[in-house]
Antibody
């Protein structure tokens, strides 16, 4: 059974940093691109970032480019998101997702999400 | 960025109804479109990808169509489990994939 379990969320002040992690199991992790998607509670979905299976290709949404860094450790079946210079508008539930096929940001499995709240 | 506009924002329907949700892209995305279903407190679930391909395990009452800038998600006969929020997502410009604002399908 595919499982994606996020951790690392919490309350953080504006301008500070936070690192999210996602532990993957139930599939061959290094066969898949992985993605982060976020959702402001009660609002819509926003794609955040994508990393290819071998980390050779990485893409970010314009709203996080230069502040967030996605990286993965295939030996540990883990996906991470380093978030720096956090802003109030980054407050959201962050989902770790698996790519359906290739690098396309189509998400066939989702974690339960980890909540990030940016507030003073 | 490519903007995705769903209509309607809210749809009231009854069990057994045939319903259609529309998604329009601000520029052509060929068939690079996916549909998701989300229930309260749960993560979204992939229903359709590449505009009309049914994801494994999704009931056949769900179907998708369209290309270019106009797309539809159709549920042929609504079941009680189908009342949820539906999102379209474009990945034609996958450097900046974007979602529609969502359609809340509620019980009439």
């Amino acid at each position: 059974e595919v499982q994606l379990v996020e951790s690392g969320g919490g309350l953080v002040q504006p301008g500070r940093s936070l690192r999210l992690s996602c532990a993957a199991s139930g599939f061959t992790f290094d066969n898949y691109a992985m993605h982060w998607v976020r959702q402001v509670p009660g609002k819509g979905l926003q794609w955040v970032s994508t990393i290819s299976w071998n980390s050779a290709k990485i893409t970010y949404a314009d709203s996080v480019k230069g502040r967030f860094t996605i990286f993965r450790d295939n030996a540990k079946n883990s996906l991470n998101l380093q978030m720096n210079s956090l802003r109030a508008e980054d407050t959201a539930l962050y989902y770790c997702t698996r790519g359906l096929d290739g690098y396309d940001p189509v998400f066939d499995y989702w974690g339960q999400g980890t909540l990030v709240t940016v507030s003073s | 960025d490519i903007q995705m506009t769903q209509s309607p924002s809210t749809l009231s329907a009854s069990v057994g109804d045939r319903v259609t949700i529309t998604c329009r892209a601000s520029q052509s995305i060929s068939t690079w479109l996916a549909w998701y279903q989300q229930k309260p407190g749960k993560a979204p679930k992939l229903l359709i990808y590449k505009a009309s391909s049914l994801q494994s395990g999704v009931p056949s009452r769900f179907s998708g169509s369209g290309s270019g800038t106009e797309f539809t998600l159709t549920i042929s006969s609504l079941q009680p489990d189908d009342f949820a929020t539906y999102y379209c997502q474009q990945y034609g410009s996958y450097s900046q994939s974007t979602f529609g604002q969502g359609t809340n399908l509620e019980i009439k």
